[in-house]
């Protein structure tokens, strides 16, 4: 009996030992960057897709990677996330001039990104995988008074 407690002390000291180098590496897991984070710095568009609602019907822009020039007669937009919650998007003409610059703030609440931008708030449910964004949410595309228009793309980072 004697020999059995420090045997049984000795392995519930090593179960408990085991436990906090688990509970310590789950903390070293959660020290991944944030999705604000990762997204600052410069991203330009691959892709969008907007389902426009209507009432006669839906109708869709989409404008896939590497055909922004042939579509829209722009380069892609580069947008800037900057470390005091700001951004900046360039719009550049096919000639890499700019045409037009748009500005907001931006911050993150979960996994949705919240860009506000001359009053507006507009909330995208945004991944970061390697060195690609997707965005996905409703705004006022046709800018009827309606946030029912679902915007979908992609940016990658420079």
Not at 15 to 43: F, Y
Not at 132 to 144: A, H, N
């Amino acid at each position: 009996m004697n020999k059995i407690l420090p045997i049984a002390l000795f392995f519930t000291l090593l179960i408990s030992c085991e436990n906090k180098k688990s509970d310590e590496s789950r903390v070293e897991d959660t020290s991944a960057p944030s999705i604000s984070e990762l997204l600052i710095g410069k991203w330009h568009n691959l892709e969008i897709k907007v389902i426009i609602k209507t009432n006669g019907g839906d109708s869709i822009v989409h404008v896939p990677q590497d055909k922004w020039e042939e579509i829209l007669q722009i380069k892609p937009i580069v947008t800037t996330y900057n470390g005091d919650s700001t951004f900046v998007s360039e719009y550049r003409s096919l000639d890499d001039e700019i045409i037009m610059t748009s500005t907001g703030t931006w911050f993150v609440k979960g996994d949705s990104l919240i860009m506000s931008q001359d009053g507006t708030d507009n909330a995208y449910f945004a991944q970061i995988k390697n060195d690609t964004v997707s965005f996905s949410g409703y705004i006022d595309w046709d800018q009827d008074g309606e946030a029912d228009d679902l915007y979908t793309g992609t940016q990658i980072k420079h």
